[in-house]
């Protein structure tokens, strides 16, 4: 079957509609004007279909355009003059289900050019059918366009946007439309004519032992958008992308990886818009995100803007990178790489746009360089955040005071590392975020070479977790929670996590305890019995550090010394892309420190500020 050559010109509801078919042709057809999404998939079981070369123009939104905060989007339910409620959200190309191919489409204005919303299960007269639309593989994306959409949703419009969620209320019941943030799993069904042999697909639904499927958006061209594309799944990849005059060039969650792609902050088009534009800003937590062989084009410097460290200007200025710093609670580790990176009239200036302020998401900001092409330097580089000396990690560091950051090669051995310290009823996850920080103590370097040319290298701790760092050096834990500089205090009880340290990563922990206490040291791998066990106390420091972390602890009268390590793995996985390299988290193993002391104070033992000299 096909629909093709065909114009449908200010039609009163729609363009072309997708119900319920299989392995129809839509081709070269022109969508002008239309009311509702324009080129239309129904239900969220239409699959092996073809979209190519059509075009859709001028899309109209019925009712209301969505808005809202840019992750929570609104609301909307079927009603009288709304019989879709997501075309408060019109698209010129509406794909409920991935599993089609798009070729050489165009679409011009809309709330956004390409929409996919989430469907965990068919709508209407399909719902009863046993699959999950969301999960279903992107077959083809290449050669698409997007451009003038997405004004009415402010600073979170989208020419392609991959989120939101439609469903009944209900068996039969009517349909509910979320148009924010809403995560899809992408996996490879049995069913698929291209499926790993190793796949399992249970029905028509899909397992965590599903193979992940990437939603792979290629020789997709942007333009002329707050944001280029906007995905909140789990695994997403652009290639050969271009992005020209849009705010931003894309948010992308999950695994997500930007290849071979240019960043054009402004072309020569006299009506491009908004006068600062930003090339790509690393997310705060949890996802991995990978940029290679990327050129970042005409981001030049507004000189009305005063660009300092206190200013939020720093992120706004038409940066290439820039960080997000708005959380004490959501902080990130070591998700962020770039290589082979390209710049064509940037400002050496505004390459990174950093803003310093009191927040776990401000001082860890990190990535790594893979080949020194971003920062202009010889070899892999770790950028990390100027808030604090915490990252002149080895006395090699520079700080680029433009970026407000330090770069510092990369040791050949060491992995950026992060560890959670939770103490009951004083620092844990599931307080409300504090936005600025809520200061209780310090994390400090120490080893090897650290003293001879920076005094303090040291970090900020609060009551919410994680401390992201360097691996392979000493980490000296400090609580005080009266600001006295001399005298704190340490738990009786604590337990530690590593979310995310690398096999052949560790973090020397070091906190100070008063003399004669003993201690219990054991851990914990919540999924097995794989590395659990006791600490024993060594006969000196050395013997820790040769030792695996599940063997030794070190107390010599005033230092615990103890080698956290992730002892649940024999290999860390990772997300690889193009010759750079990040590693995947895992929240499994954990360690447990319980002292008994004679000095305490409302039930913690007491403890003195001074930095093991090791």
């Known amino acids: 079957s096909f629909i093709r050559d065909s114009s449908c010109k200010d039609t009163l509801y729609r363009c072309i509609t997708i119900h319920g078919s299989y392995n129809v042709n839509i081709l070269r057809n022109v969508g002008h004007n239309s009311i509702g999404h324009s080129f239309y998939m129904e239900d969220g079981v239409e ?7 059509n075009l859709a123009v001028h899309t109209q939104i019925i009712g209301t355009p969505a808005a809202g905060e840019p992750q929570a989007g609104i609301t909307v339910n079927q009603g009288p003059g709304l019989t879709q409620p997501a075309d408060i959200s019109a698209a010129g190309f509406y794909i409920t289900n991935a599993m089609n191919t798009y070729i050489g489409n165009a679409a011009s204005g809309g709330w956004t050019g390409f929409a996919f919303p989430n469907l965990f299960v068919p709508i209407n007269e399909h719902q009863s059918w046993q699959m999950d639309p969301s999960a279903r593989p992107l077959k083809l994306f290449d050669g698409n366009t997007a451009h003038s959409a997405g004004y009415y949703w402010g600073a979170s419009g989208t020419c392609i946007y991959i989120g939101g969620n439609l469903k009944n209320d209900g068996l039969g019941g009517p349909l509910i439309y979320l148009s924010g943030r809403i995560n899809r799993n992408s996996r490879w069904p049995i069913i698929s004519t291209d499926v790993p042999s190793t796949a399992t697909w249970p029905g028509l639904g899909w397992t965590s032992t599903s193979p992940k499927a990437f939603m792979t958006f290629n020789n997709s061209k942007v333009f002329l958008c707050q944001k280029g594309v906007n995905h909140w799944g789990n695994t997403v990849e652009l290639t050969n992308f271009e992005s020209h005059d849009n705010t931003l060039s894309a948010t992308i969650f999950g695994q997500a990886w930007v290849g071979n792609a240019v960043i054009n902050a402004r ?102 360089d893979f080949d020194g092409s971003f920062t202009n330097s010889n070899g892999p580089q770790i950028v990390g955040a100027a808030n604090s000396g915490w990252w002149i990690i080895h006395d090699n560091c520079r700080l680029e005071p433009d970026w407000n950051v330090y770069i510092c090669p990369k040791p050949a051995t060491s992995e950026i590392v992060t560890i959670n310290i939770m103490v009951n ?37 609060t009551t919410m977790p994680g401390v992201t760092g360097i691996g392979n050096l000493g980490w000296y834990w400090y609580l005080n929670l009266n600001n006295d500089t001399v005298n704190g205090i340490v738990p009786k009880t604590f337990t530690i996590t590593t979310p995310l340290v690398p096999k052949g ?43 695996k972390g599940n063997e030794y602890y070190w107390f010599d009268g005033r230092y615990l010394f103890v080698k956290i390590e992730n002892m649940a793995v024999d290999k860390t996985p990772t997300f690889e892309r193009d010759a750079a390299k990040l590693f995947v988290q895992d929240q499994a193993f954990s360690y447990t420190i319980s002292a008994s002391c004679q000095a305490n104070v409302d039930g913690y033992c007491t403890s003195q500020w001074g930095i093991p000299n090791v």
Do not use: C
């Open 267 to 368: 072309s020569g088009n006299p009506l491009s818009g908004v006068p600062n534009r930003r090339g790509f800003q690393f997310y705060d937590t949890s996802v991995q995100s990978i940029l290679t062989n990327v050129t970042f084009k005409n981001f030049k410097r507004d000189l009305t803007m005063n660009k300092t460290s206190s200013g939020s200007s720093a992120q706004r200025d038409n940066t290439v990178l820039f960080s997000m710093t708005h959380s004490d609670k959501f902080k990130p580790q070591g998700i962020s790489a770039t290589r082979n990176i390209k710049f064509s009239n940037v400002d050496y200036s505004q390459r990174i746009g950093h803003y310093i302020t009191d927040t776990g998401s401000s001082r860890y900001y990190n990535f790594i």
């Open 47 to 53: 699959e092996n279909n073809t979209f190519a070369y």
């Open 425 to 461: 009823n004083l620092i844990n996850s599931v307080e409300p975020d504090h936005g600025t920080s809520n200061h209780i103590g310090t994390v400090s370097l120490f080893g090897d070479g650290l003293n001879s040319k920076y005094d303090n290298r040291t970090t900020i701790f």
């Open 505 to 547: 990563n560790w973090v020397l922990f070091a906190t100070s305890y008063p003399a004669g206490t003993v201690f219990n040291v054991t851990t914990d791998n919540r999924w097995s019995s794989k590395g659990d066990g006791r600490l024993t106390l060594a006969s000196n420091l050395d013997q820790v550090v040769k030792g």
